[in-house]
């Protein structure tokens, strides 16, 4: 358990089991009042981890869970989750994990930050959850679409991850004072359209990106 003051922070989380340190540090921004939060980590894949498109063979076999006292209001955090050389699947490549976030029922993507051999780290994560982290499965990709400007995109289906030659709906709303010009990116067919929703033919590795102006 740490308590984190109002503003920035760092945090690290002293969790581990009888033989393996796995600690969680925590890069706290915009956090609005004193907050404390509770973190711990369990030995095995998460029990829902065949859900993520992740790969149970290729993963960390532990996960992490943080839980906050209440509903803090804050802007995002960086976690970097630490595990032993012993905790990694045999054929597994560290420099290819990614951390996935499992909440209300759900798994959710998180922005890779740093990979070492016995951690990876998680960029802007805006909710408290459990987080597991394994490779992508062969054959699945994850489908990114940053927006240019101010709005949202939804997907449909809303899923963190696709097989390939999946079809995608995106569908753009640009934000208050911003008009919707256009989208561009990786996908076959066309590269750029200005009309939404667009269904790119197939999820791929290169984001897509949703473009609204002034």
Do not use: C
């Not at 956090?31 to 992740?54: E, F, I, K, Q």
């Not at 990694?88 to 951390?99: E, I, K, N, P, R």
């Not at 016995?118 to 805006?126: I, P, Y």
């Not at 394994?134 to 939804?154: H, K, M």
């Amino acid at each position: 358990m740490r308590t984190s003051p109002s503003g920035a922070s760092t945090r690290t989380f002293d969790v581990g089991d009888a033989a393996v340190y796995a600690p969680i540090t925590v890069v706290m921004t915009g956090l609005a009042a004193t907050t404390t939060v509770t973190a711990s980590t369990t030995t095995g894949d998460h029990p829902n981890l065949a859900a993520t498109g992740l790969d149970p063979s290729k993963s960390v076999n532990r996960y992490w869970t943080l839980t906050p006292t209440g509903s803090p209001s804050f802007t995002s955090y960086d976690a970097t989750f630490n595990f032993a050389a012993g905790d990694v699947d045999g054929g597994a490549s560290t420099s290819s994990f990614v951390v996935s976030r499992f909440s209300s029922g759900a798994w959710n993507a998180t922005t890779a930050g740093t990979r070492t051999a016995t951690s990876t780290q998680a960029l802007g994560v805006t909710s408290f959850s459990d987080f597991a982290i394994a490779e992508v499965s062969a054959g699945i990709f994850a489908l990114t679409v940053p927006i240019v400007g101010s709005g949202t995109v939804v997907r449909n289906p809303s899923q963190l991850y696709y097989p390939a030659s999946s079809l995608v709906q995106l569908t753009a709303t640009a934000g208050t004072g911003y008009t919707f010009t256009g989208w561009s990116g990786d996908a076959t067919g066309t590269p750029t359209r200005s009309t939404s929703p667009w269904t790119p033919t197939r999820p791929s590795p290169r984001p897509s990106r949703s473009i609204a102006t002034r």
